[in-house]
């Protein structure tokens, strides 16, 4: 395994739960600031659905690398290994592209963001992956 691979492996799960733990304080600020109204919905459901996804996302990050580090390069049970890693990757991105556009509204432009970074992350470490696999 290349150096930057394993770094690119670690960077990708620290900087999903830095965006995760950033969009809950930033929910939660902009609870204390007022702005949102008092009778509206919990502040909980969306904290959970951050920590929900960041536990999804986390699990398929690692299944993948499991995946992968037990498929062989060249043996036809490799392949079959490969295509369920190569799904689950295509599953998260999604995830990451929804939360993108999920939070693209004005007071939580910040979450966006961070998850564009976190999405960019993932992106560099799928492209390390079919680089690593060669």
């Keep these: 395994m290349s150096r930057t691979y394993t770094l690119l492996s670690y960077l990708y799960p620290t900087a999903l739960a830095l965006t995760s733990g950033a969009g809950a304080l930033a929910l939660i600020k902009n609870l204390k600031a007022g702005t949102y109204d008092i009778n509206q919905d919990s502040i909980g459901l969306p904290i959970g659905a951050i920590l929900i996804i960041f536990l999804i996302l986390v699990l398929m990050h690692l299944l993948q690398i499991l995946l992968l580090r037990c498929a062989r390069a060249n043996s036809f049970a490799g392949l079959l290994l490969k ?47 079919v680089v690593q696999l060669k």
């Design 83 to 129: 295509i369920p890693a190569y799904l689950i990757a295509t599953i998260s991105l999604m995830i990451l592209v929804d939360r993108i556009v999920y939070w693209s509204i004005p007071h939580h432009a910040i979450i966006a963001i961070l998850y564009g970074v976190t999405a960019i992350t993932f992106g560099v470490f799928q492209i390390q992956t």
